[in-house]
């Protein structure tokens, strides 16, 4: 078995002392520590966006291509392929950029490690050597809240074009996302918990964003149908049940299962998590194309 151990947070906190200065148009700049120009950058990873569309043929995905929406130069509702390039928005400084590297850096890393491991249980002669991989739950929040950040730039318009919807970012979530303060009060990564769930594969990547009333609430991701839903506001009743299924708060790992070998990506978590893992069986492709027949 294969494990890496625990997995310490990344900093993400300029470093010390503060510039105490700002730049116009950056996120950040309530924080006023600013540094360098307005810097451009892809609101999900750029190296994340070139390993989608260069893994595709290894992973199924025909002539590696991105579909993308909701992008200035788009109809609200048109969709179209292209570059990786593409997607970029000016949305923090060039200090406040290289600050968050570390989690574009675990994100790649955990995205990765999902398709590897979903790969190898679905060929047809499967090792069974077992596998578990470890990440910072932490960091993969952060993550997933820079890249809300990055698509607020679109504007409310292309982000929800049926609901009124404002899509001002908080200074709170700022000071989350440069580790400043702290997720409190049940926000943060929450997934959808029902045993069973059956992963088909392929590099399908969404966001979307969530909202509460009129107000930015989260971020939806799915990733080979298995999803990752930030929530920044209290969006659960009682029985913590959202989006069609019950939500696990930060859980401690994804186990995935073919019947012949067993592999893990664990999430390290420093607070409270749920202690229910996601447990993913995965089907080799004869028994998926039986299921699809």
Avoid at 36 to 41: A, F, I, M, Q, V
Wanted: aromatic fraction near 8%.
């Amino acid at each position: 078995m294969v494990n890496s151990g625990y997995r310490e947070q990344a900093n993400t906190t300029p470093p010390r002392p503060k510039t105490g200065h700002v730049v116009e148009g950056c996120l950040g700049a309530a924080l006023e520590d600013c540094g360098g120009k307005l810097s451009g950058d892809h609101y999900i990873s750029k190296a994340l966006l070139k390993w989608l569309n260069e893994a595709g043929d290894s992973f199924g995905m025909p002539g590696a291509s991105l579909i993308a929406r909701g992008i200035p130069g788009l109809a609200p509702d048109e969709q179209r392929s292209m570059p990786p390039s593409a997607l970029t928005v000016k949305t923090f400084c060039q200090r406040h950029n290289s600050a968050l590297s570390p989690i574009d850096d675990e994100a790649l890393r955990f995205f990765v490690s999902l398709a590897e491991i979903t790969a190898q249980l679905q060929a047809s002669q499967t090792s069974r050597v077992h596998d578990v991989r470890t990440f910072n739950g932490h960091d993969l929040e952060r993550w997933f809240l820079k890249v809300l950040c990055g698509m607020t730039a679109f504007g409310a318009s292309r982000l929800f074009t049926d609901l009124p919807v404002s899509v001002d970012i908080e200074r709170e979530w700022i000071e989350m996302l440069f580790g400043l303060s702290l997720f409190t009060d049940g926000r943060g990564l929450y997934c959808p918990g029902t045993l069973g769930k059956i992963t088909y594969g392929g590099l399908g990547f969404s966001v979307d964003p969530l909202a509460k009333g009129v107000s930015l609430a989260g971020l939806s991701t799915e990733f080979q149908g298995l999803a990752f839903n930030l929530f920044l506001r209290p969006v659960f009743g009682p029985d913590q049940s959202a989006l069609g299924d019950t939500q696990l708060f930060r859980p401690p790992a994804l186990h995935f299962s073919n019947g012949v070998a067993e592999k893990a990506l664990v999430l390290c978590w420093d607070s409270t998590a749920d202690d229910r893992s996601i447990h993913i069986r995965v089907h080799p492709p004869e028994i998926r194309r039986a299921l699809d027949a």
